[in-house]
């Protein structure tokens, strides 16, 4: 809050400072043409007019650079208006000024010098404005996804551009000056190539392309119209150029215009693969809508409705409609879901159907049955032309079709059917698990199952951690659903020496949970051989693999602790980085060593993947172990807790003891996710040394 409001103030003083500098400006020059038709010295040096112009351009470069800063917003659209809305009063103005000249051209006030001179800076002010406005709009839009090569360029042409706006005090006169020359060459080269950075151009749908090629244009058209009417024409072009006398207004002029030629160029070549890509991700969304239906909490009606309509619109279908078998005291009944098309045609097209010979036969793939394959049949006379049938099978039954219409007689292509197949494929997946998820809600002995399988996995876990006066250790644990997958442990195996678990089994729910309690029986079996990590992760591997399913797999960290050395062996299977903080050196870092989760690889070559890590212990020194759960906790705008977070409040709170430390993390992570659902199991292991 104070940062913004340091900006605030300086964003007004610079403004209130430039706007001073120009009244200032404005009044030299009427000073200075007044003196003049006087034959008056007025004993100011001629340098004094030249610096104030100079710092009217700095301190607006300065106001626009602390308002772009403070716009966060990735809407490239929004920057483009501002632009442009700039550009526009600014035009205005000066058209406003080219009427009044006009208006007064038989009158008194016609070719009066003070009245030239302060129209001039008004003009010149407004074209200054804008051109510098521009400037910063086109570095936010050149800077969109930045490299490190980028910034380093960017920074050297900036500040070869903002360092000519002290050029002017050198005297000399550009058209002759070599360094003029020199630094013109190398201001134009930096901008052709800073020009071709137009990654924006990639996140703008076909709409906003449009909107992007008016703006810029209009942008371009107001760059030509104020190169014109800022400076005195010449009759050849090269008398014109010659005219200008600010390096710093010539750079802006060049650079401005060619990254509005380049956008343009860039975004009308984009043009005719915008549909597609749009079409493309139209499709995705639509597929990803259909696999997420059932945690969406919608029904079976929904999920039928969501897939008639995405694939409508996946093939260009004019029409429509889902024939569904339903089974109403012991009969089989019909269901039918229409759209854009009446009861009457639809009976048409199914008695056309039926006498239809053109027919055009692709195989299902969810199908092994003749009579189950997908059809595509052809019509001669009918208002459509062409319809696509395509099965449902849900349970490996056939539970209805959908029917697609096209008044084309060659509507439906090889890659639409494709996805239309993949569309169906996914709907009849989702409804089968909603069914499925359904009878196991109505059954309430699952539900008590479930109960009782949460103690029984509650108790799996241990009440209380082994360790000695040396450390601290405290745990902490929540499953998203009923039951998790995520596992810790600790086991004595000396008076010294305390081995520390954490694992999380893939997925969640049941499976993981029987998974988790398989791990715990091995943890308790091979701990007691004194195992060194490597050897236990090995051997853990082994027994794992004969019991995991094989589309399943456990990451693991062990820690072996020995307090009378203050050193800790540690080994990791694919688990989440250790968040470790050294009093030290007074700050937390990740130990990211390698390892390959359990069940992945289930041979003798897992061992190639296992590796041993050493380090000691001081005073102080804390060890937070987790689970993906924590790291990957999103709030509702889909941000993630993350690595970042984690370390901060680590370091803020390594003073404390582990009890605090554990619960200042799980009250940062719920304030985080705003009391969202749990779409993860949250478990964390907090060790600090004594």
Same mark, same amino acid.
Request: charged share 20%.
């Given at each position: 809050?104070? !940062? ?8 007004? /003083?610079?403004?209130?400072?430039? $706007? &001073? ?47 772009? #800063? ?20 600014? !035009? ?11 208006? /007064? ?74 360094? +003029? ?5 190398? /201001? #134009? ?33 107001? &760059?030509?119209?104020?190169? !014109? ?17 600010? &390096? ?28 597609? +890509?749009?079409?493309?991700? *139209?499709?995705? /969304? ?60 639809? $009976? ?30 052809? +019509? ?15 349970? *490996? ?9 096209? *008044? ?25 698990? +909603? ?51 995520? %596992? %810790? ?136 172990? %987790? #689970? ?22 680590? #370091? ?39």
């Amino acid at each position: 809050m104070k !940062t913004k409001l340091t900006k605030k103030f300086y964003m007004r /003083i610079s403004l209130v400072i430039a $706007l &001073l500098l120009w009244l200032i400006m404005t009044l030299l020059d009427v000073l200075q043409v007044l003196a003049f038709r006087s034959d008056v010295d007025l004993g100011i040096s001629s340098i004094v007019p030249v610096l104030i112009i100079d710092f009217f351009f700095v301190f607006v470069v300065v106001y626009y650079r602390l308002r772009i #800063t403070k716009l966060e917003s990735t809407d490239f659209i929004d920057y483009l208006w501002r632009v442009f809305a700039i550009g526009l009063v600014a !035009t205005l103005v000066s058209l406003a000024i080219g009427l009044f000249n006009s208006s /007064i051209a038989d009158s008194a006030l016609a070719n009066n010098p003070f009245l030239e001179e302060v129209l001039y800076s008004i003009r010149f002010g407004m074209v200054s404005v804008f051109l510098i406005s521009t400037f910063t709009v086109w570095k936010k839009l050149i800077l969109y996804q930045k490299s490190k090569r980028l910034v380093i360029w960017w920074n050297v042409f900036e500040g070869v551009i903002l360092l000519s706006i002290f050029y002017n005090l050198t005297g000399d006169e550009l058209q002759t000056s070599i360094l +003029f020359k020199i630094l013109f060459g190398v /201001i #134009t080269l930096m901008a052709l190539i800073l020009s071709a950075n137009l990654k924006w151009v990639a996140y703008l749908n076909f709409k906003q392309k449009w909107k992007s090629i008016l703006l810029i244009l209009l942008i371009a058209i107001y &760059l030509g119209y104020f190169f !014109t009417s800022i400076y005195v024409p010449g009759e050849e072009t090269m008398d014109q150029l010659k005219s200008i006398d600010n &390096l710093f207004i010539i750079s802006l002029f060049v650079f401005l215009l060619f990254y509005s030629i380049f956008s343009l160029l860039v975004i009308l070549f984009n043009l005719p693969t915008s549909s597609v +890509f749009e079409k493309k991700m *139209e499709e995705a /969304i639509n597929f990803q809508r259909l696999s997420q239906s059932i945690q969406q909490g919608e029904n079976e009606n929904q999920i039928f409705d969501i897939l008639l309509t995405s694939s409508m619109s996946a093939v260009y279908a004019d029409a429509g409609w889902l024939e569904i078998e339903r089974n109403k005291q012991g009969t089989e009944e019909s269901e039918i879901r229409r759209k854009n098309l009446s009861p009457t045609n639809r $009976l048409e097209v199914v008695e056309q159907i039926k006498g239809s010979k053109q027919k055009y036969v692709l195989k299902n793939p969810l199908s092994k049955a003749t009579e189950q394959d997908q059809t595509l049949i052809v +019509f001669k006379k009918s208002n459509f032309r062409s319809v696509l049938i395509v099965p449902l099978i849900i349970q *490996e039954k056939v539970a209805g079709h959908m029917y697609l219409l096209n *008044e084309l007689s060659d509507g439906f292509n090889k890659e639409m059917i494709n996805i239309i197949n993949t569309f169906a494929s996914q709907a009849s997946i989702s409804i089968e698990n +909603f069914r499925l998820l359904g009878e196991a809600l109505e059954n309430e002995r699952y539900k008590k199952e479930l109960n009782i399988a949460k103690k029984v996995q509650r108790a799996l876990l241990p009440a209380n951690l082994d360790h000695d006066s040396c450390f601290q250790i405290h745990a902490f644990t929540q499953a998203a659903d009923e039951v998790g997958g995520d %596992y %810790y442990d600790t086991f004595k195996l000396s008076d010294h020496r305390f081995v520390v678990v954490i694992g999380d089994v893939s997925g969640k729910g049941t499976s993981a949970a029987f998974h988790m309690s398989q791990m715990k029986g091995i943890f308790q079996s091979l701990v007691q051989l004194d195992l060194s990590p490597d050897q236990f992760l090995i051997k853990a591997n082994k027994a794992l693999s004969g019991c995991l399913e094989k589309t399943s797999f456990i990451t693991l960290s062990y820690f072996v602790i020995d307090t009378e050395q203050s050193s800790v062996e540690y080994s990791r299977a694919g688990h989440c980085p250790t968040l470790y903080y050294s009093s030290q050196n007074s700050s937390a870092e990740f130990l990211e060593n390698k390892g390959l989760g359990l069940g992945i690889l289930r041979n003798d070559n897992f061992k190639n993947y296992v590796f041993v890590n050493k380090m000691t212990f001081q005073k102080d020194d804390v060890i937070v172990l %987790y #689970t993906d759960g924590i790291s990957e906790a999103s709030n509702h705008t889909g941000e993630e807790f993350g690595y970042d977070r984690m370390k901060k409040i680590l #370091t803020d709170n390594a003073k404390f003891d582990a009890v605090s430390i554990q619960k200042t993390f799980i009250n940062k992570l719920f304030e985080f996710c705003e009391d969202k659902n749990l779409n993860d199991d949250y478990t964390m292991v907090v060790i600090k040394f004594k």
